[in-house]
Nanobody
């Protein structure tokens, strides 16, 4: 179901930072596993983070570990993706998805999703 709203994308130079937001008025994200993934047109999807519903830990892909950080603001029902030291290879459309039943290994089946926000990294 289209229920999430991503925002915060934009154009930055290499080394810059952006903070993406994923929010909704439909479901309580604090009770949901939430994944961030990205896609470049013509390429497959790459899951870059997944935050567990059960223990709120976040798993990061090798490509972003140490540069990207996920955080939650339950009062705002929002999950953030802080992206630092951005690289041209980070250029993509970024999406969040959420699910209250499936584990992070099934992130591609998560029920709730958004329309994405574009990130462009170039000099």
């Amino acid at each position: 179901q289209l229920a999430l709203v991503e925002s915060g994308g934009g154009s930055v130079q290499p080394g810059g930072s952006l903070r993406l937001s994923c929010t909704t008025s439909r479901i309580p994200l604090s009770n949901y596993a939430v994944t961030w993934y990205r896609q470049v047109p013509g390429n497959g999807r790459e899951r870059i983070t997944c935050t567990s519903r059960t223990d709120d830990t976040t798993d990061y892909s090798d490509s972003v570990r140490g540069r990207f950080t996920v955080s939650r603001d339950n009062a705002k029902n929002t999950i953030y993706l802080q992206m630092n030291n951005l690289k041209p290879d980070d250029t993509a459309e970024y999406y969040c998805r959420a699910d209250t039943y499936r584990p992070c290994t099934k992130w591609f089946l998560f029920d709730y999703y958004g329309q994405g926000t574009r990130v462009t990294v170039s000099s």
